[in-house]
């Protein structure tokens, strides 16, 4: 066995074969896999193995894209075939018609990755399909991709093909403790000796925190067991003369597909297991949890609804075994949080179908720094500080339960809520607000005109539609007050801060005391990393002279990772979060000066106080740290409280408010308003797909700067010319708004995919962002954008159409 090594992977399931194997296709050959058992006996050797293209957003559907094309090379491979059976179709039913516009939203999304779904009706679904009946049927989703592959041989034949090209595999290898060296290598110590690496990668499925806690982290991956049996052979399937379509049913919670001439049928019941919460025997492999069909009898039910041949039909055989969910159902592919050269790929509910798509993702990590997609929606440091296994677990049940379900742009589901709060949350829901989640924090969505106010779910414009535009005309007409909580914040100090600073972002950032700015950080290949409003501070009697950091609420972990990387050993720089310290207040509104002046004994002036100002203050006498930014585009001002005087300040400003006609106003209006003046959002326009310029950020970048990361890459970009460009564009409906992904068409063919879209009640428009081909970049170009399988008439106009000389907000 080696000694040394650049990279281990730890785990020899689906997700740890193709790491290794991807990992020898990005070019690093000297690898190791070790796995305690053999391959495929953990949760891999049991799956029921079906390889979809389906995917909540394009980057899935881009992973599983990768992994049904690599499948079909390995079935085809002379040497050592793989059994595949790719292009059976599959469909995902539905009975609503909320249901069919979201199918109607994936086919216009999967279109820009190059996959063609179909929505088609129950008829054609049951001629598809002739073992289902169409009653309580609306239609489905086609997947003409849809499959299924053999665990073991897949498997088998990624460690072939990673071990022709130079890694090793160490079967029967326990590995037993991780050590992290001062240089941020690892040794990984097993049953057999130790091996020295660069890189340790925890591939390791159901017992992903045995070695989780070997490296001093908790991931929020909990297992739930998880039921299917085969059935004997069905006459129906025999005189089709062609194999069966696959098929999942959010109607009554159950998936089938063909096994020989019969079926399999899985099941995810409501009555459901979470499993090895109290620890893994060690001696559990290529083993199951014992059967328990009565858990399933209402599943089955409805199964025998929509396909009655099963009710003439035996059971061959019965599969009870654990499967991984994570705390919002997605993977967990990437950099593990607040560790170096660390990474995982785990919580893979559906890892054989995906798989090969996530192995892929991590790889180019690993090996390059970033992947070809934006990888957001499955970084393990989307989640910071409240994913403890009490809730994870929760969370599990919950996404089992609606395992083809998804989820409504307006959908906020009910388990682990109140997880993050503060002193005026339930304050905020006394006074009727509706509450949605960020990052786990309970943040005002809207205010309720009464208790039991509810809104359908569903793709188009809700019931809080004419609700949003009257907090929105609040705050355009007088003054509104929004909570704006988790915000992430972090305190820089120390002498070498403004060079670290600089040194970071792509654009000139301010030193000078008592100044805001907002910049972007780019990665090694140029593209943009994250957005950061950099405030600068003096000394007081609350701190030393400093600089706050603040970005998204979910970037904490990320951002923090991505400062202490670039920190120098010469440098005297310190980073402390504070993220879970304080809270915002924003004021926003012609008359939110008025208010502050009426609680605040400074002089906020626009003289004494301009826009992109910052100082410390009392809230009556709570302290408080006061920016002069927007979101909005009207007069703002961010109130940095500190969670234990948060109540005492929201107080004094609702009362000093009421002369001026304040109103509570949350994130929806927020939302709106942001789109219609320009303003971007971190991960859903922001990508690290793209640079920049091609994202019409040009004002913040200054290329004379000496030195920045990313800029050596960001010049070779320049060079060679833009691939896409970012547009506000202006869509012709009044009954839905442009979902992020939505195609945007040009006859029959993409050229541009939407990143966001909303309601912009002050410029009575119908906006959405997207990033198109350059050629169409123009203003007034035309073209039609998909939303919800219609083509709506849309037109290129100018980034933030209102107020667009910024004199509003400038006050």
Not at 96 to 117: K, L, N, P
Not at 229 to 240: C, Q, R, Y
Not at 778 to 798: C, H, N, Q, S
Request: with cysteine; glycine share 10%.
């Amino acid at each position: 066995m080696k000694t040394t090594t650049r990279a281990v992977v730890i785990g020899g399931g689906i997700a740890g074969c193709s790491t290794l194997y991807h990992l020898t296709q990005e070019g690093w050959s000297d690898v190791v896999l070790v796995e305690r058992d053999e391959l495929t006996s953990g949760t891999t050797w049991h799956s029921a193995a079906q390889v979809t293209n389906f995917g909540g957003n394009q980057t899935m559907v881009g992973l599983k894209t990768h992994s049904i094309n690599l499948y079909k090379e390995l079935r085809d491979d002379a040497d050592y075939p793989v059994q595949y059976n790719h292009g059976d179709g599959g469909i995902r039913l539905a009975n609503t018609e909320e249901q069919m516009d979201g199918y109607r939203h994936f086919s216009s999304m999967a279109r820009g990755m190059g996959v063609d779904f179909e929505v088609i009706d129950a008829e054609e679904c049951a001629r598809r399909h002739p073992l289902i009946s169409t009653d309580n049927l609306l239609g489905g989703l086609w997947d003409p991709s849809d499959g299924d592959i053999d665990p073991a041989s897949l498997c088998q034949a990624l460690a072939r093909r990673a071990r022709k090209a130079g890694a090793e595999v160490y079967r029967q290898t326990n590995v037993t403790g991780l050590t992290q060296h001062k240089d941020d290598t690892w040794t990984v110590h097993t049953n057999k000796g130790d091996i020295d690496c660069e890189v340790v990668v925890n591939a390791c499925g159901y017992r992903v925190n045995e070695v989780g806690e070997m490296m001093g982290v908790h991931h929020p991956v909990a297992s739930m067991e998880h039921q299917y049996f085969v059935t004997d052979e069905i006459p129906g399937i025999v005189e089709a003369g062609h194999r069966m379509p696959l098929l999942r049913c959010p109607i009554s919670d159950y998936y089938c597909r063909q096994e020989k001439n019969g079926l399999l049928l899985g099941f995810y019941e409501q009555d459901c297991k979470t499993w090895g919460m109290d620890g893994i025997s060690p001696d559990f492999s290529n083993d199951l949890c014992p059967d328990d069909l009565d858990r399933v009898t209402d599943v089955l039910e409805g199964a025998f609804e929509r396909m009655p041949a099963l009710m003439e039909v035996g059971i061959k055989n019965i599969v009870n075994g654990p499967i991984t969910y994570t705390i919002d159902g997605a993977p967990l592919v990437g950099p593990i949080p607040n560790k170096r050269n660390a990474f995982c790929i785990i919580g893979l509910r559906a890892g054989l179908g995906e798989g090969g798509g996530h192995g892929w993702m991590l790889a180019q990590q690993i090996v390059h720094g970033e992947a070809c997609y934006d990888t957001w929606c499955i970084d393990p440091r989307r989640f910071t500080g409240h994913t403890n296994v009490e809730l994870t677990s929760l969370k599990a049940i919950e996404d089992y339960q609606n395992e083809f379900r998804f989820h409504f742009p307006n959908e906020h589901r009910p388990v682990g809520r109140d997880a993050k709060t503060t002193p005026i949350t339930p304050v905020l829901a006394a006074e009727g607000a509706e509450f949605t989640i960020v990052n786990g924090w309970e943040r005002v969505e809207f205010m309720k005109p009464t208790p039991d106010f509810h809104v359908t779910h569903t793709f188009k414009f809700d019931e809080s539609f004419d609700i949003v535009g009257e907090e929105v005309a609040a705050v355009q007409n007088a003054v509104g007050i929004c909570e704006v909580n988790g915000f992430n914040r972090f305190e820089i100090t120390g002498e070498d801060r403004h060079t670290f600073i600089d040194r970071m972002f792509c654009g000139n950032m301010t030193k000078k005391d008592g100044r805001v700015g907002l910049g972007y950080m780019l990665n090694d290949h140029g593209m943009i990393k994250g957005e950061a409003t950099i405030a600068n501070l003096p000394a007081t009697d609350r701190g030393p002279q400093r600089a706050w950091f603040g970005s998204a609420a979910a970037a904490e972990y990320h951002d923090m990772d991505w400062l202490q990387t670039h920190l120098r050993d010469d440098e005297d720089v310190q980073i402390k979060s504070l993220t879970n310290d304080q809270t915002i207040l924003v004021i926003a509104g012609p008359k939110a000066r008025d208010v502050l002046s009426a609680v605040s004994r400074l002089d906020w002036s626009s003289s004494a106080f301009p826009w992109l100002s910052a100082r410390e203050c009392f809230i009556g006498y709570a302290p408080a740290t006061v920016l002069g930014v927007s979101f909005s585009g009207e007069l703002a001002y961010e109130i940095h409280i500190p969670n234990a005087h948060l109540y005492n300040a929201y107080k004094t400003l609702r009362k000093a408010g009421e002369a001026f006609g304040m109103e509570m106003f949350g994130a929806k209006a927020v939302d709106s308003m942001r789109m219609e003046k320009g303003f971007l959002h971190w991960k859903a326009d922001i990508l690290t797909e793209f640079d920049p310029f091609e994202t019409g950020l040009d004002r913040f970048v200054k290329m004379e700067k000496e030195d920045f990361v990313g800029k050596a890459a960001l010049e070779k970009r320049v060079a060679a010319g833009k691939t896409v460009e970012l547009v506000t564009m202006e869509l012709d409906t009044k009954e839905a708004a442009a979902h992020g992904g939505s195609s945007v068409m040009v006859g029959g063919d993409v050229i541009g995919t939407v990143t966001s879209g909303d309601w912009g009640y002050r410029t009575g428009k119908n906006l959405a962002y997207a990033f198109v081909k350059p050629e169409y970049s123009a203003t007034g170009t035309t073209f039609e954008v998909d939303v919800l399988g219609k083509r709506v008439p849309a037109t290129i106009i100018p980034m933030g159409p209102y107020d667009p000389d910024y004199s509003l907000m400038r006050g």
